[in-house]
Antibody
């Protein structure tokens, strides 16, 4: 069974940093692109970032470009996002998601999410 | 900045049919945008319904179908049930690895 388990969320002050992790199991992790998607309180889903299966290509939404860095360790079947210079508007539930057999097929499996709260 | 548009809310009667749409603030949606659809209920992770315009995700009943209608992507739910009451999101592939979600449609079944 394909499973994704996020961790690393918590309370952080504005300007602070946090690293989220997503442990994957049940599939050949290195063969699939992965994304981070978030949902802020009272708002809809927002795509944050994506990474190719090899890790050689990364992509970001304008709202996080220059502050967030997506990465993966295929030997550990784990996806990461390093979040720096955090703002109140980054407060959200963060989901990791696996893409289909090609990145263009969109996200097909989702984790349960981890909550990030940016507040003083 | 391109905005992906969805109806903010919709209602359907139990057993009825509803079509939700996904458009662009400028231009038309085609299969080249690889539209996908997701269902999310409060406190739960999103559930994938449709990808690549028309392909149902594993385990999704055939009451859910995707298409292109005119200049928009569409999600049609037939035989609506009470547990279809959820938020529905589309996402479009904008190229260069970038995805953009619509604002979501809150579907009420009553």
């Amino acid at each position: 069974e394909v499973q994704l388990l996020e961790s690393g969320g918590g309370l952080v002050q504005p300007g602070g940093s946090l690293r989220l992790s997503c442990a994957a199991s049940g599939f050949t992790f290195s063969s699939y692109a992965m994304s981070w998607v978030r949902r802020a309180p009272g708002k809809g889903l927002e795509w944050v970032s994506a990474i190719s299966g090899s890790g050689g290509s990364t992509y970001y939404a304008d709202s996080v470009k220059g502050r967030f860095t997506i990465s993966r360790d295929n030997s550990k079947n784990t996806l990461y996002v390093q979040m720096n210079s955090l703002r109140a508007e980054d407060t959200a539930v963060y989901y990791c998601a696996k893409h289909g057999t090609a990145m263009v097929r969109g996200m097909d499996v989702w984790g349960q999410g981890t909550t990030v709260t940016v507040s003083s | 900045q391109t905005v992906v548009t969805q109806e903010p809310s919709f209602s359907v009667s139990p057993g009825g049919t509803v079509t939700l749409t996904c458009g662009l603030s400028s231009g038309s949606v085609s299969s080249s945008y690889y539209p996908s659809w997701y269902q999310q209920t409060p406190g739960q992770a999103p559930r994938t319904l449709i990808y690549s315009t028309i392909t149902r995700s594993s385990g999704v009943p055939d009451r859910f179908s995707g298409s292109i209608l005119g200049n928009k992507a569409a999600l049609t739910i037939t035989g609506a049930q009470a547990d279809d009451e959820s938020d529905y999101y589309c996402v479009l592939f904008m190229g260069s690895g970038i995805w953009v979600f619509g604002g979501g449609t809150k579907l009420t079944v009553l």
